[in-house]
């Protein structure tokens, strides 16, 4: 089973940046897809991005296009969010998550099996 771990969220005033990372154990990291996802009270948790195991063909939530980069390093089996001109619309829980078995769009939360507990990210105006 994959174990996740995200880091690196906190405060930041509007147009800062912010890098989250998520360290992966308990499985082959490099052979998995991983997704960014986010989500504040009251609403269902929203795609940032995802990442195949190759690294390329990355793809972004129009929300953040633009603005946030994905990338990882299986060596330290960590995926990575770099998030910058951030805004306030971007505060929320930001979790990551690994695609194993499960089918479905990559945009959709239901297609990803493990999750990270997830870490706050809030932007000030």
């Known amino acids: 089973q994959v174990q996740l771990v995200e880091s690196g969220g906190g405060l930041v005033q509007a147009g800062g940046s912010l890098r989250l990372s998520c360290i992966a154990s308990?499985?082959?990291?490099?052979?998995?897809?991983m997704g960014w996802f986010r989500q504040t009270p009251g609403k269902q948790r929203e795609f940032v991005g995802t990442i195949p195991w190759s690294g390329g063909s990355i793809i972004y939530g129009d929300a953040v296009k633009g603005r946030f980069t994905i990338s990882r390093d299986n060596a330290k089996n960590t995926v990575y969010l770099q998030m910058n001109s951030l805004k306030p619309e971007d505060t929320a829980v930001y979790y990551c998550?690994?695609?194993?078995?499960?089918?479905?769009?990559?945009?959709?939360?239901?297609?990803?099996?493990?999750w990270g507990q997830g870490t706050q990210v809030t932007v000030s105006s």
């Open positions: 308990g499985a082959t990291f490099s052979i998995y897809t």
């Open positions: 998550a690994v695609r194993q078995i499960r089918g479905g769009n990559y945009y959709q939360s239901g297609a990803y099996d493990t």
